[in-house]
T-cell receptor, first 115, second 114 residues
């Protein structure tokens, strides 16, 4: 399968614990995005990488959130000291930079439940 | 501010009938518009996009969408619905001044009944 993959698919954690999610983009896609989706809502932009550089972060990304893409391939999203309000689906997307019209392709998401 | 509105939380249609899922947008300048579909426990799948040119855009699975600048709309359509089209549909707009950002609507649940 050459699509975007995410791991794990589901994560249940207790409040206060740290969690880390991984995203593997489509091969040769140099752009990578993280979104958060809560029930009944569309995805909300969190952050964006071009190659290994994190170029933009949403105000939604509090200090407890950090994302990396160390070699310009896979990316990780870490949430420290999780809160119940962090419960959501975390989606990763990738695209290849052609023009400003490149299409984002999404992974299946990681569903986080904070107890 | 950029935004997308999907005025219907749910659309019900009988199999074989035409379907329309509505989307309106608010952006500065000309928009880049997208439709995605989400099946249960799966990520969003790209259906189609409007960048420029012909106002009628054809996409995957027989879907099409019509860009209407005067009404700031980008409604998704299909001439004959299938039960397998039942899913959650999201309209999105991309900011031409900030290509990194997509703004998604809240989604419309399409129910196609046999």
């Amino acid at each position: 399968d050459t699509g975007v993959s995410q791991d794990p698919r589901h994560k249940i954690t207790k409040r206060g614990q740290n969690v880390t999610f991984r995203c593997d983009p489509i091969s040769e896609h140099n752009r990578l995005y993280w979104y958060r989706q809560t029930l009944g809502q569309g995805p909300e932009f969190l952050t964006y990488f071009q190659n290994e550089a994190q170029l933009e972060k949403s105000r939604l990304l509090s200090d407890r959130f950090s994302a990396e893409r160390p070699k310009g391939s896979f990316s990780t999203l870490e949430i420290q000291r999780t809160e119940q309000g962090d419960s959501a689906m975390y989606l990763c997307a990738s695209s290849v930079q052609e023009t400003s019209t490149d299409t984002q392709y999404f992974g299946p998401g990681t569903r986080l439940t904070v107890l | 501010a950029q935004s997308v509105a999907q005025p219907e939380d749910q659309v019900n249609v009988a199999e074989g009938n035409p379907l329309t899922v509505k989307c309106t947008y608010s952006v500065s300048g000309n928009p880049y518009l997208f439709w995605y579909v989400q099946y249960p426990n799966r990520g969003l799948q790209f259906l189609l996009k409007y960048i420029t040119g012909d106002n009628l855009v054809k996409g995957s699975y027989g879907f099409e969408a019509e860009f209407n600048k005067s009404q700031t709309s980008f409604h998704l359509k299909k001439p004959s619905a299938l039960v397998s089209d039942s899913a959650l549909y999201f309209c999105a707009v991309r900011d031409r001044n900030n290509f990194n950002k997509f703004y998604f609507g809240s989604g419309t649940k399409l129910n196609v009944k046999p």
